[in-house]
């Protein structure tokens, strides 16, 4: 399954919305996506999970779309 995960680069600042970051990775649940971005030290907002029509939209239209592996 492919999760959108919206993210801060750091966790000492207060998250501010026009600074959230996203990525996309594919994983077999939320808690494995965690566990996976745990050493970069983001602070994980929303992780979703993305349906095959929200998976395609996303890559027509996000011209840097790259898909992580957990």
Known sequence: MVFKVFYQDTLDEVPV?????????????EEEIRKKLADRRYNIEFVTPLSEDALQYEKENNEDFQLEQA
């Open 17 to 29: 919305r026009e600074r959230t970051n996203v990525l996309y990775m594919e994983a077999s649940t």
